[in-house]
């Protein structure tokens, strides 16, 4: 049982170019979150899900994109890097709404 | 808009002394969890304790412990018995209860604690 599976672990990006974060969870879990961590700031939500096909917006979702294609599958995209995007990403998920969270040990994303 | 504030973003304990790590939060609300997660330089997200608002007992862990006080909003952890196992960062996080309810956790800035041998 993986849990929460975060790929890539580092990535090195220059400013305007492209990538996707993927978070996969073997729980069948319904809900889904990517939060950023930077320092001072604690964990930030960016976009969430509550189950498969459906996104929301959290609190910082400027700059990125997500979808929820597969119940199992949460992608984060970056459609043009920007130095403040520079962060560790977190990705977690919860089988319902009030479960606990498990995390994945996140991303760390450079944008240069 | 629910908020959670730390305070302090650093702090320091001998080996086997008693750390409080402070935590206040703003809500409207009167259903919801708190909770103090650990974070060692693994950048793991460890859960360290949580509180249901509806309990009035103080949730215990171990040598982990809150004093929660609704009417002051106020949640902070307290570390007894400090080991070196124990430096990390912590954040104080809170989640909904509400009809509206996503489930989401709203975190604190986070605590530095240093243990010192």
């Known amino acids: 049982n993986a849990g929460v599976t975060q790929t890539p672990k580092f990535r090195v990006l220059k400013t305007g170019q492209s990538m996707t974060l993927l978070c996969a969870q073997d729980m069948n879990h319904e809900y889904m979150y990517w939060y950023r961590q930077d320092p001072g700031m604690g964990l930030r939500l960016i976009h969430y899900s509550v189950g498969e096909g459906t996104t929301a917006k959290g609190e910082v979702p400027d700059g990125y994109n997500v979808s929820r294609l597969k119940k199992q599958n949460f992608l984060l995209g970056l459609e043009s890097a920007a130095p403040s995007q520079t962060s560790v990403y977190f990705c977690a998920s919860s089988l319902r709404v009030n479960s606990p969270l498990h995390f994945g040990n996140g991303t760390r994303l450079t944008v240069t | 808009a629910q908020t959670v504030t730390q305070s302090q973003p650093e702090m320091s304990v001998q080996e086997a002394e008693t750390v409080t790590l402070s935590c206040t939060y703003d809500?409207?609300?009167?259903?919801?969890?708190l909770f103090w997660y650990k974070q060692p330089p693994s950048r793991q997200m460890i859960l360290v304790i949580r509180q249901e608002a509806y309990k009035q007992q103080n949730a215990t862990e171990n040598r982990f412990s809150v004093n929660f006080q609704k009417a002051a909003k106020s949640f902070s952890l307290k570390i007894s018995d400090s080991q070196l196992g124990d430096a990390a960062m912590y954040f104080c996080a809170y989640r909904s209860l509400g009809s509206s309810n996503t489930g989401k956790l709203i975190f604190g800035q986070g605590t530095t604690l240093q243990v010192k041998p």
């Open positions: 809500t409207s609300e009167s259903d919801y969890y």
